[in-house]
């Protein structure tokens, strides 16, 4: 089952200040954004504005969704992060980016939560805020790097980020390894097709989805490729892997989602889900949790008995 969540669907509507001029970032102390506080016969939904990417939280059983805001040609540093509550309600509209006091965050778009912090990739830089109170921890700027798509966290802090880049130009393709220390692509080019989502399995290899093609990659932490597998269709933005090394594969292109249990083919589980975009799963509820990008919505996909 398929159920989609819009912004803008509200019982009692949020008004919308889209078109108003972001405030430059400030230097008063960073304050992090309010849970809505409605009585309960109120439900809100949406507080969505391209949101490319979603977490899970599972320590507060929250989704996080990273939205990239508006053009930062119409308006920099506009990117914000909204909590969203499992049953699709807004919890925290603006959780961080209430204000720009003391954040910088312009176009936001892959993200992971990762040793207490949510970490994001904004356009050539990392940033990653605390998962308790959503003050900005660190950032870490690759001169060069043009603009990162998503990333994944090891336990030791080693960041792996992906760079989308040109159609039919494979030297823009890469696949970063970024420490304080080092940041330098670990992939470049061929067997990369445009790498978009990007995700660790249970062995701690990296598992790499594609928008040129619909190869789902392996690869080793230092960049051998392992194996390959595909996806039913093409134009690939979001990958999960599960515990028992299930696959889970969104095409924003075609809408869809691809299933690859182990051994087996792929096979579509769910589809009609325009701009299918960055996803997360909700372990608690085994369910995936995709963002759609210009649509300003999210969906959610049961995928029943575990």
Do not use: C
Request: cysteine-free; hydrophobic content about 40%.
């Amino acid at each position: 089952m398929v159920r989609a969540l819009f912004a803008g669907v509200v019982f009692v509507a949020a008004a919308s200040t889209a078109f108003a001029q972001a405030p430059a970032p400030s230097a008063q102390p960073f304050q992090a954004g309010q849970p809505l506080k409605t009585t309960p016969n109120v439900k809100i939904y949406g507080s969505f504005r391209f949101s490319e990417s979603l977490s899970y939280d599972a320590d507060r059983d929250l989704i996080v969704s990273v939205n990239a805001g508006m053009a930062q040609d119409l308006v920099p540093n506009d990117g914000y992060v909204s909590l969203i509550n499992p049953d699709g309600t807004v919890h925290t509209p603006k959780w961080i980016g209430v204000n720009r006091n003391g954040l910088t965050l312009n176009h936001p778009l892959g993200s992971h939560i990762a040793n207490g912090m949510l970490y994001v990739v904004d356009i050539d830089t990392v940033r990653w805020f605390d998962m308790k109170t959503g003050e900005p921890k660190g950032n870490i700027p690759v001169n060069g790097a043009g603009r990162f798509n998503d990333l994944e966290v090891a336990k030791d802090g080693t960041i792996y980020a992906t760079v989308t880049g040109a159609p039919n130009d494979p030297t823009t393709w890469k696949v970063y390894k970024i420490t304080a220390q080092s940041q330098a692509p670990l992939i470049s080019g061929a067997p990369l097709a445009m790498p978009n989502g990007i995700t660790f399995d249970g062995k701690g290899n990296l598992v790499v989805v594609n928008i040129g093609n619909n190869e789902v990659q392996t690869f080793s932490t230092d960049g051998k490729l392992l194996s390959t597998e595909n996806a039913v269709d093409p134009g690939n933005d979001g990958i999960v892997v599960t515990a028992d090394g299930t696959k889970y594969v969104s095409s924003v292109r075609q809408g869809t989602v691809s299933r690859i249990r182990p051994g087996q083919k792929a096979e579509i589980v769910a589809s009609g889900i325009p701009s299918a975009a960055s996803m997360a799963y909700d372990s608690k509820r085994n369910r995936l949790l995709i963002p759609m990008n210009d649509w300003n919505a999210i969906a959610i996909v049961e995928l029943g008995q575990k």
